[in-house]
């Protein structure tokens, strides 16, 4: 299971004295502890959950990346945040952001489930599980129903 993989790596890179591949390890399983406590009910974290809380978590560091732009001042942080995306893009999932590709695979499923392009009810989950870049799948999904 991806979660225990994640803390066998965090306690083999304190061993070796890698403080940041333990300090970005020890953040994520600490954000899908959190994440699995959350709500009402503890949820299991099964290797779905731990991918949805990757990219999140990868998202939050290209966010810090694009805000530091190129001034010099930042330029500090803008290297280690590139050290902790180095990081975690060896965990997380590869996240579908072809327009073409994601269209291809919402046409499919629509035909073999007999739904329309606007039972997004239906669609926008299986496209979450997929991992697919939601924004475009929004687009996409605009288009099909313009055209369809």
Known sequence: MKFE??????NAA????DKL???VLGDVLGNIKTAATAGK????ITDDFVDNVLIKYKKGIEDQ????????????LKEECCRKLEIINQYVPRVINDK?????????????????YTDKKT??????????????????????????
């Open 123 to 148: 669609i926008m989950p299986m496209c979450k599980n997929a991992h697919m870049d939601m924004k475009i799948v929004a687009q996409v999904l605009s288009e099909l129903v313009k055209n369809g």
């Open 14 to 17: 304190l061993k070796n004295g």
């Open 65 to 76: 990346i694009a805000s530091c732009g190129e001034l010099p001042q930042y330029a500090k």
């Open 5 to 10: 993989k994640m803390h066998e790596d965090m």
């Open 100 to 116: 073409n590709e994601i269209a291809q695979m919402i046409t499919q499923w629509a035909e073999k489930m007999g739904v329309s």
């Open 21 to 23: 591949t333990r300090l």
């Open 41 to 44: 009910v503890k949820v299991d």
